[in-house]
């Protein structure tokens, strides 16, 4: 018999060996399912996992299923900036009479998307709007629902404006900035769910809150030269991953062919209130609500008022109004508009 291979996936919430394991074993059974096999059929395995799952070696699974003279190899993947987090991959070798044609690969939970029939099939949400307005967070819990990436534009431009600051560059220098980023190493890792970012190597994503920072980030991202580097960084991500990107020209520019474009408002009172309280529950000191919704009004113009990519809403996105909504509210109508679009298509 011809020897196929079949490859597969599946990911987990957390990294913890009960569900590493049962999750192998899904994966695993469904392979053999979906391609009516035998488990005398496999001939080998090939698991690997992602940097943030190392509580068991799903190889383990399959002894417990009782393929016990089947070889087995488990490997560690690479970090791969914006891969799918908590992942588990197979790729497994069998004896099979099938074609390559007939042979189904299998690709569950984070890993399947939105639902089985969408299997395979990428899906990039952009989220645009102004601070405040509850993007990051709705951002965040879609991308846990839907088992896709989270990625939060806002923090490369604030990561930019900490290293300006930091060399004492004026984050309005459009000069010195241009160079700045023509040598900065930006990266992006999860871990737990959590997008971390790295500014030449150290992990700064606690000290981009500030709000020096937060009119830094809304300086420099007027800046060509930093907004070129930023997409190029954010369409490599999107180009291999489903992801919920959020930010003020995902829509119009970054992803201008999303498959769902949500744009999110709010009066510039209640953002100014969210932003405080944001602030005063992270432990920044010595703020006033006034100072905030001061700062807020000053990015508003700064971010829709520049020529090259501004904030804007695009003219395919859905807006949503947030102001007086709570943030399940707000969830569910995108949740709602992404599978109206899906199941246009
Ligand atoms: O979303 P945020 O508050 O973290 O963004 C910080 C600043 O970065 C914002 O005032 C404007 C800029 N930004 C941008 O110009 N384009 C994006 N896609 C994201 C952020």
Known sequence: MPVRAIRGAITVNENNAEQILDATKT?????VERNGLDSEDVISVIFSVTKDLDAVYPAVAARQMGWTDTPLFCLNEMNVPGSLPRCIRVLMHVDTEKSKKEIVHVYLGG?????????ERKITIAIDGPAGSGKSTVAKIISKKLGIIYLDTGA???????????????????????ELVSNIDIKIRYENQKQLIFLDGEEISSLIRTPEVSIGASNVAVVPEVRLKMVELQREIARDNSVVMDGRDIGTYVLPDATVKIYLSASVEERALRRYREQCASGVSGITLEQVKRDIEYRD????GRAFAPLAKAEDAVEIDTTGLTIDEVVNRVLEIVKEKTEDD
């Open 27 to 31: 994966l695993l059974s469904e392979i």
């Open 111 to 119: 890993a399947s998307v939105l639902r089985p029939d969408l299997a």
């Open 156 to 178: 490369m431009y604030r990561t930019v404006a900490l290293k300006a600051i930091r060399e004492g560059i004026d984050t309005t220098d459009a000069g010195k900035l241009a």
């Open 301 to 304: 113009k700064n971010d829709s």
